[in-house]
């Protein structure tokens, strides 16, 4: 089988590096207005341009829904989480698969020298690894048809 070696950057180039953040203080409510405007599932919360934390639809139906809260009461920093696993644009794309996987998280920030540069989401690895099983699969058609042809 060939192995699938397609890097982080690689996909941002592709897709592009837009992120979308909030402040803090931003209220649940406001943080899901902007991830309905813009189809995204995710927002990272920043100070600046300080990466604080992340807020994703998952978030919001754990904390808020089962636990009963007001969207427009909570702020999102209290609400996301801390701890944020990020990527280098130089790590392989299956690497970050496996660590969605592993840790059930489905949105990872992309920093590079302290910045971030863009975001991955699960939907972003799952077209990326079709999209390059596609192209070997067109290789090989091509090669057989070319070989049988001769
Ligand atoms: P998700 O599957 O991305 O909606 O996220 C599931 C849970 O993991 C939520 O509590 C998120 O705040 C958290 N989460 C999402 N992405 C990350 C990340 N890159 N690092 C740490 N936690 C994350």
Redesign the pocket.
Known sequence: MTAITITVKQVLDRKGGTTYSVSPDTSVYEALELMARHEI??VLVTEGERLLG??????YARKIVLKGLSSRNAKVGEL??T????VPPTEQITAVMNTMTKR??????VVEGGKTIGLISIGDVVKAIMDEQEATIQHLANYIAGDLAT
């Open positions: 599932g995710a992340i807020f994703t639809e998952r978030d996301m989480s701890n944020i696993h990020t059930r998280f489905r949105h990872v920030p």
